[in-house]
Each structure stands twice: as structure tokens, then as C-alpha cells.
């Protein structure tokens, strides 16, 4: 336990290096920097902040929940295509889901003029279509290592289905319905193209406006201090909403596929609704995209140059996502087996830099790397280090809710028979926990193939992704050239989804 220790403790200090960059830069704040953030306007901005964090968790948490449920536990119709399509809208950029509603219902937009797409309406539905995919993939992977025996027995001391959802089927996935809800809440506090294009002010936008106007970011650091407390204020209900309550089984993978529950009369609604959450989440966004593929005006990129964008994305993205996944996994084990208050604290420190913007965690491995190993600097090493304490939350929330239904008592036999505790972590824990550390690693992946200012500030020359053309061709409103990486990057995307949402359905017997 002491080299799993040794490696949470590397994990946690290189997650908290955006925040030690802030503390440097707000250690030489003058009086006029903190006026900036003792200003009147910065609590409201905390306000209108707080109030997008709560309306996105909430929004995410049952629409996740509730699709996760569908197409886990029902008889609704092609089961299998949502399981991929509702996962889907993970890959495409928050703000081309945005651009995309005010291009539909925006003033002049396809389907019509709406005027409450602007504001809170308007960012706040476009980050729930954004972030509820956290919510049904980590529920999704809990319902599928969840004994169907629980709710089985259930169901034969008389509880109706609703009975057994609320006193059987929430206990066992509120670690996953937490580690989604925090996810989504982080997002949220981090997001600055959604607001921006919404027109809603949050901090994130005071945040880039100070490193964009002034040549001082002494401002923008603290800024950036104040979005660190709101994550400390997250993760704090998110532990508390966890419970102490948990379901554990003794091995990996189903016994038996569980009984799906009869829709009944309430089939072709259940249909109803998952068919607009993917109607909005993803058919209006790819469906503009197309349409914006093919105007007249739109410069199509040649094939050489897509397939060298999309290997830059492909590899990038799965470097960061097997990274992050073996990362998350001593700081996952650690803060589960050994629940004190600094292993909880170990764990919190690598949800620190989530809500930061980009940008700050860019500067931040920039300033560190140009002073202390600039030979990283610039390199697909540094890139892809970026990209883990960037995204180590979500790899770590697949950790967390696979591990809380693993049995300790499997592991405590594997040592009375002798073996190490790496041993047993690598052939007992990991095996076990392995639907999870998926779940998170595809998380990871997701986010990754969509990352922009990390990308932009830290890539090898000539690394030029997916998302950096996107965000090219829409900064000079190309949109038509936006469209084709855009829409690749949504294809690439797919297979993964599929692999880990349909494959696994089938082969529950290899997971023993």
C-alpha cells in the first residue's frame, strides 16, 4: 500500500499544479488586482455562476439518470442505438451545440426565432446537452455490474418497479450518479463558449476577458482563486450526497443479463422523450453541421490533411485517456480502502484544476515548463500531461463508483493466500473495476478529441487536431469549412461509444 500511496501522492501534486501558478500569481497581487475581485460585480458573477451550476447539475443528473435507466432496465425500442447516440453528444464541442441552437432557433434561425435562447434558457440547455452524457455513462456502466438479484428479490417481497428504482436500484448508483453530477458541475463552472455565445455572464467570461485585456494576469489568477473555492464548495456536497450506503458484489460481470421491465402503455412515450433528448442533443447539431457542409460557400479541407488532423486527435486523446485511467487508479484505491481524512483529501486535490478554464491550466503548465524543464515545452509529452490533470476528475469518477462495488473481502483473501498487495491490485481490484475505469477512460477520450485552449497553447508544431480546425475555420465564421472535422471527429467518436456501450452487453461472461 505504501508504493500505491507514493503514486496517489504524485497523481494529487501534479493535478494541483494549475492552482500552485495561481497562489504564485495572486503572492504578488497589488491592492488594484484584489479590487477586481472585491469589486460588487464579482458576487454577482458568483451568483449567476452558482445558479448555471445548479440549474446544468440538476438538468444532466435526470436526464442521465433517466436514459441510463431506459435503455439499461426497460424493453424500449432499439435499445442498443441509444445506448450510442445518447452517449454521442460527449463529442461534440459545447459551443458548436450552441451555435447550432441559434442557428435553429436563434433570431432567423431554421426552425423558427425563439428569444429565450439567450441567457440562462439558452446556456443553461445547451451545457445540459453537453454534460448529461457524464451522468449515463457512469450509470450505465453501474447498472450493467449490478446484481439483478437485488432488484429481483425485491420485486417478490411485493414492491412495485418504482418501489425497487427508489429503495433498491438509486442506492447502488448514487456513487455514479455524484461522480456525474460533480462532473457536469465542474463543466459548467469551467465553460466559457456556451456563456459567451449565450450572452450570460459567468465567471469564466471575466476570467478570459482579464487575460485577454490586460498584459497583467495578476487579475485573472485571482479570478481564477474564486473558481477554485466554487469547486471546493462542489466537491463538498458531492461527498456529502454520496452516503454511506453501498452495494457490493462479489464478482465481475453479471450472472445472468437482467430482466428488462415491460414498458407497457407507456412504451411510445419512454420513445417519445429519449427521441427528443436525441433529437436535440445530437441530430440538430450534426443536422446543421451538415447543412453547413454543404453551402456553396464551404472550403472543403483535402483528404491528406482531415486523416493527418484526425490522427493527431486519435492519438493524443487515447495517449491521455490510458494515461488518466492508470493515474486515477492508486488515488481511487487509496481514498476507497483507506477512508481517512487525508486519503479523502488526496482525492479531492485531483478535482482541483477541473473548473478552471483552459487557458488558465495552459499558462500554468507553460509557465512551469519554460522555467523548469523546458525541454518538454511544446512537446506531445507536455500536451498529453495537459490533458490528463485537465480531465483526471472524470477518469477518477469511473474509478470511484466501479470501485465502491468491489467486495474488500475478495481482495483480503487474495493476501491470506500470499499475494502482494500490487499483486492484487493489478489481478483482483483492476479486473473487477475494469467496467468503470472504462467508462472514465472514454470520458477522458471524449473530452480529449474536443479540447481547445490546451490544445492551441501547448501543441508540437504542426500538431493541428480535429478541434483546432473547428475552432479555426468558427473564429473567422467559416462554418461551412467548420462542419467536415467537426463531423469527423463525431464519426471517430462513434466506435468508441459503440465498443463501450454495446460490446460489453454481450460478453458479460469475459468479465469474470
Request: charged share 15%; aromatic share 6%.
Amino acid at each position: 500500500m505504501r508504493l500505491v500511496a507514493a503514486a496517489a501522492v504524485l497523481v494529487a501534486s501534479a493535478a494541483l499544479l494549475p492552482l500552485v501558478y495561481l497562489l504564485v500569481r495572486a503572492a504578488g497581487a497589488d491592492e488594484s488586482s484584489w479590487d477586481v475581485v472585491l469589486d460588487g460585480r464579482t458576487l454577482e458573477l458568483v451568483g449567476r455562476t452558482a445558479l448555471l451550476v445548479a440549474v446544468v447539475t440538476a438538468g444532466s443528473t435526470v436526464v442521465g439518470v433517466g436514459m441510463a435507466w431506459l435503455v439499461e432496465r426497460t424493453d424500449l425500442p432499439a435499445r442498443r442505438v441509444f445506448a450510442v447516440a445518447a452517449a454521442l453528444p460527449l463529442v461534440i464541442p459545447s459551443y458548436v451545440t450552441a451555435l447550432a441552437l441559434l442557428a435553429a432557433v436563434g433570431p432567423g434561425g431554421l426552425l423558427g426565432s425563439a428569444g429565450w435562447v439567450f441567457g440562462l434558457p439558452g446556456a443553461g440547455l445547451a451545457l445540459v446537452l453537453a454534460t448529461y452524457p457524464y451522468v449515463f455513462l457512469l450509470c450505465s456502466a453501474a447498472l450493467r455490474r449490478m446484481d439483478p438479484a437485488l432488484e429481483e428479490a425485491a420485486r417478490t417481497l411485493g414492491r412495485t418497479r418504482a418501489q425497487v428504482f427508489r429503495q433498491v436500484t438509486l442506492p447502488v448508483l448514487r456513487p455514479s450518479i455524484a461522480g456525474g453530477a460533480v462532473l457536469a458541475a465542474l463543466y459548467a463552472l469551467s465553460d466559457f463558449g456556451v456563456v459567451s455565445l449565450m450572452r450570460y455572464d459567468a465567471l469564466t467570461r471575466a476570467v478570459f476577458q482579464q487575460y485577454r485585456s490586460l498584459f497583467d494576469r495578476t487579475p485573472a489568477a485571482l479570478l481564477g482563486l474564486v473558481l477554485v473555492t466554487l469547486t471546493a464548495l462542489v466537491l463538498l456536497l458531492e461527498a456529502r450526497s454520496r452516503g454511506k450506503g453501498r452495494v457490493r458484489r462479489s464478482a465481475a460481470g453479471a450472472d445472468r443479463p437482467a430482466q428488462l421491465a415491460p414498458l407497457g402503455r407507456w412504451r411510445l412515450p419512454a420513445l417519445a422523450v429519449a427521441l427528443a433528448v436525441v433529437a436535440v442533443a445530437l441530430v440538430v447539431p450534426v443536422g446543421v453541421l451538415v447543412s453547413w457542409s454543404l453551402r456553396d460557400s464551404a472550403v472543403l479541407p483535402e483528404a491528406g490533411e482531415l486523416l493527418g488532423w484526425a490522427w493527431h486527435s486519435v492519438v493524443g486523446s487515447g495517449l491521455a485517456a490510458v494515461v488518466a485511467m492508470v493515474a486515477a487508479l492508486p488515488v481511487a484505491v487509496l481514498a476507497s480502502r483507506r477512508p481517512r481524512r487525508a486519503t479523502a483529501l488526496l482525492e479531492r486535490a485531483t478535482y482541483a484544476s477541473n473548473a478552471l478554464p483552459g487557458i488558465v491550466i495552459a499558462l500554468s503548465l507553460v509557465f512551469f515548463a519554460t522555467r523548469v524543464l523546458p525541454a518538454v515545452y511544446q512537446t506531445l509529452a507536455l500536451l498529453v500531461f495537459a490533458y490528463v490533470v485537465r480531465f483526471l476528475p472524470q477518469a477518477m469518477a469511473g474509478a470511484h463508483s466501479a470501485l465502491t462495488r468491489v467486495d474488500p473481502d475478495l481482495e483480503r483473501a487474495a493476501r491470506g493466500l500470499g499475494a502482494s498487495p500490487a499483486r492484487v491490485l493489478a489481478k483482483v481490484t483492476a479486473p473487477l473495476m475494469a467496467p468503470g475505469l472504462l467508462a472514465g477512460a472514454t470520458l477522458v477520450f471524449l473530452s480529449t478529441m474536443k479540447e481547445l485552449p490546451v490544445t492551441l497553447l501547448l501543441r508540437p508544431i504542426g500538431f493541428d487536431t480535429l478541434a483546432t480546425e473547428v475552432w479555426t475555420a468558427t473564429g473567422v465564421s467559416s462554418y461551412g469549412t467548420a462542419a467536415v472535422p467537426a463531423l469527423t471527429l463525431i464519426a471517430l467518436s462513434a466506435p468508441v461509444v459503440w465498443f463501450l456501450q454495446v460490446r460489453p452487453r454481450g460478453t458479460l461472461a469475459e468479465d469474470r
